[in-house]
């Protein structure tokens, strides 16, 4: 068998054309251009602008890079989207590397007011817990109602982050302009973000902004997965955790 190799230049020529057929290229029209994305439009078609996919690739691959060494040191990432867009990505994204997220609506506080917000989480698992348990029996039948209610209320505020037991090492974004309260609150904490943002957005309002299309569907997906793809690349290489040693110590 005769082994074909690509060069980096190839590589990068076969990302673009992915890009541009999902559709990454495509910003807004000029009149709802923020002034910082000037440098990344290429042109215009049908008043509707145009990233340059050759400034995206490259700022894609600092995210990547950035990404990669969180999977190497086992770090803990919040994919966060409230978009109906970008929902399900997240989630998969999320579940796929057994991360917490946010696919709804931000929870002021989620990272300034940590603390509290941890307690409310341990208590939504405390009382599911009872409830799995057959616990809750010995209160009557409305008392269980009400119960029922608040379990589902903190479930549906908190169920993405229940996993987070600490502040992350990182969140990542879609529309940082769409969830400006996130950024800010990760910003405050001094956990740095990774976005992606189109043209309306503010290319400097996070460390590691990603210019493309970030309403369509396919072309969040494509982003989200190159992320994916990035922790899971540095996972590999990180070291290993040994077990603690199961043998009685010596007498």
């Avoid at 673009?16 to 042109?43: D, L, Q």
Wanted: proline residues 5%.
């Amino acid at each position: 068998m005769v082994e074909t190799t690509h060069s980096q230049e190839e590589v990068s020529d076969e990302r673009m054309e992915r890009m541009f057929k999902v559709g990454a290229h495509f910003a807004y029209s000029k009149s709802r251009r923020h002034p910082s994305m000037k440098p990344y439009i290429f042109g215009a078609k049908n008043k509707v602008e145009l990233f340059d996919l050759e400034k995206t690739a490259k700022i894609l691959d600092n995210a990547k890079a950035f990404v990669e060494e969180l999977g190497r040191g086992r770090k803990t990432i919040v994919f966060v989207s409230g978009k109906r867009e970008a929902r399900e990505a997240i989630r998969d994204a999320a579940a796929s590397l057994s991360m917490p997220f946010v696919a709804g609506r931000w929870i002021g506080g989620s990272f300034t007011n940590f603390s509290e917000i941890r307690k409310r989480i341990d208590k939504y698992e405390d009382l599911v817990s009872k409830r799995e348990k057959g616990e809750l029996s010995k209160y009557t039948k409305k008392e269980r109602l009400l119960i029922d209610r608040e379990i589902t209320a903190l479930e549906d505020m908190f169920l993405g982050i229940v996993p987070l037991k600490k502040l992350p090492d990182a969140v990542f974004v879609i529309d940082a302009g769409h969830e400006e309260i996130a950024v800010t609150e990760a910003h405050a904490v001094n956990v740095p973000v990774v976005a992606l943002i189109s043209s309306d957005c503010d290319a400097t309002s996070v460390e590691y902004p990603i210019i493309a299309n970030d309403s369509s569907p396919s072309s969040i997906r494509f982003i989200v997965s190159e992320i994916v793809e990035s922790y899971n690349k540095g996972l590999k290489m990180a070291p290993v955790v040994s077990e603690p040693s199961q043998q009685p110590p010596r007498a």
